[in-house]
């Protein structure tokens, strides 16, 4: 199992470009998180997905956009993108077999720099 | 509201030395559930620890132990005899019972010198 993987790793965007980053996970987890970290800040939620065609707000996704067509990928789109969001995006899972209890499994990471 | 609290920003402690690293959280949930991540230099996240609210015993898995106290809500990491390859970013997170979404303190970076 390659759990979950991002793509792409690296990007380097001009303000105002639009692009969007793929999350997916081959453990048929039925929830899907977008965080963002930055430094001295920990991670934080963008958006969030508890399945397949349904997507939350988290606590700063103003200026993203999400999609979950298919339970194993969740999409996070940049419409018009600005400095204030370089930053590493990642991406998690979990499967809500027994409740509330379990781990989050995360991604590698995406490392967005925006000029 | 919830909230996750890592006083400690930075330690940095001689390999073979014990540290202890702090965790504080809020939260009017009356279930919820801890966790403990390491973040290595290389970047991932790695999952360490959980702890649901109703299980307040203390947790040792080889060098690292856990210290869940409700009435102070905390929830520690203590490493033992430190190694070099602990060295990385530790962060403590909070989860309630919506959506399962993890609330992160601001991390301790923990440094181990030979």
């Known amino acids: 199992n390659a759990g979950v993987t991002q793509t792409p790793k690296f990007r380097v965007l001009k303000t105002g470009q639009s692009m969007t980053l793929l999350c997916a996970q081959d453990?048929?987890?039925?929830?899907m998180y977008w965080y963002r970290q930055d430094p001295g800040m920990g991670l934080r939620l963008i958006h969030y997905s508890v399945g397949e065609g349904t997507t939350a707000k988290g606590e700063v996704p103003d200026g993203y956009n999400v999609s979950r067509l298919k339970k194993q990928n969740f999409l996070l789109g940049l419409e018009s993108a600005a400095p204030s969001q370089t930053s590493v995006y990642f991406c998690?899972?979990?499967?809500?077999?027994?409740?509330?209890?379990?781990?989050?499994?995360f991604g590698p990471g995406t490392r967005l720099t925006v000029l | 509201a919830q909230k996750v609290t890592q006083a400690q920003t930075e330690i940095s402690v001689v390999e073979k030395e014990d540290v202890t690293l702090d965790c504080v959280y809020e939260?009017?949930?009356?279930?919820?559930?801890l966790f403990w991540y390491k973040q290595p230099p290389s970047g991932e996240l790695v999952f360490l620890i959980r702890?649901?609210?109703?299980?307040?015993q203390n947790e040792i898995s080889g060098r690292y132990s856990w210290n869940f106290q409700k009435s102070t809500s905390s929830f520690n990491f203590t490493i033992t005899a430190s190694q070099v390859v602990d060295s990385a970013v530790y962060f403590c997170a909070l989860s309630g019972s919506q959506g399962g979404k993890l609330i992160f303190g601001q991390g301790t970076e923990l440094s181990v010198k030979p």
């Open positions: 998690a899972s979990r499967t809500i077999a027994g409740g509330s209890y379990n781990e989050q499994f």
């Open positions: 453990m048929n987890h039925e929830y």
């Open positions: 702890r649901n609210s109703f299980d307040e």
């Open positions: 939260t009017r949930d009356t279930t919820y559930y």
